[in-house]
């Protein structure tokens, strides 16, 4: 407590509370941000700060729960930024408590291939719910719910989230 946290690092939380997601994102409506979208808007907003700033940033905003953002290299979630964390919270709350999913978790396992049929299905229930204009082919985005189910993964060694087989 008492520590002083950089300009830069406020104002890039500024920044993540404050954005609205651009149809033009990749993954659009849902409030995920590649790295290439989130430097662009950054730009954009006149937001200047070198990557060396913007990683410290990143992580110290990470660690406060602003944002989610993983150094995980060899699936791809280094350049992915969940910018509302509540989000993936929401999704990983329905996988848990949906009676259905219960049916297709075996001795504590659920499959890989079910949960990607889960995570589609809940991508669409969000869309309709909340009223949300996104193309088929973000709902169908296997890269997207590929990225979901890394994050689950990744969540693991906090004991937050479900195993998931992935040999299926």
């Given at each position: 407590?008492?520590?002083?946290?950089?300009?830069?690092?406020?104002?890039l939380?500024?920044?993540?509370?404050?954005?609205?997601?651009?149809?033009?994102?990749?993954?659009?409506?849902f409030p995920i941000?590649?790295?290439?979208?989130?430097?662009?808007?950054?730009?954009?907003?006149g937001?200047?700060?070198?990557s060396e700033n913007?990683?410290?940033?990143?992580?110290?905003?990470h660690?406060?729960g602003?944002m989610l953002?993983?150094n995980?290299?060899?699936?791809?979630?280094?350049?992915?930024?969940?910018?509302?964390p509540?989000?993936?919270?929401?999704?990983?709350g329905?996988?848990i408590t949906?009676?259905?999913?219960h049916?297709?978790?075996?001795?504590?396992?659920?499959k890989?291939?079910?949960?990607?049929?889960l995570?589609?299905d809940?991508?669409?229930?969000?869309?309709?719910?909340?009223?949300?204009q996104?193309?088929?082919?973000?709902?169908?985005?296997t890269?997207?719910?590929?990225?979901?189910?890394?994050?689950?993964?990744?969540?693991?060694?906090?004991?937050?989230?479900l195993?998931?087989?992935?040999?299926?």
């Amino acid at each position: 407590m008492g520590e002083k946290v950089p300009a830069c690092f406020l104002e890039l939380e500024r920044f993540v509370t404050e954005t609205q997601l651009l149809e033009t994102n990749k993954f659009y409506p849902f409030p995920i941000l590649e790295h290439e979208e989130l430097v662009e808007q950054l730009e954009t907003r006149g937001f200047d700060i070198d990557s060396e700033n913007l990683d410290n940033a990143i992580t110290f905003l990470h660690e406060c729960g602003v944002m989610l953002h993983y150094n995980n290299y060899t699936q791809g979630l280094n350049k992915l930024y969940f910018i509302q964390p509540e989000w993936l919270s929401d999704i990983f709350g329905k996988i848990i408590t949906i009676p259905e999913v219960h049916n297709w978790v075996k001795q504590g396992i659920l499959k890989k291939s079910a949960m990607l049929i889960l995570l589609k299905d809940i991508l669409k229930e969000k869309k309709a719910s909340e009223n949300i204009q996104a193309t088929k082919e973000v709902i169908d985005n296997t890269e997207l719910i590929e990225k979901i189910v890394h994050v689950m993964e990744k969540r693991k060694k906090y004991r937050l989230r479900l195993c998931v087989d992935t040999t299926a």
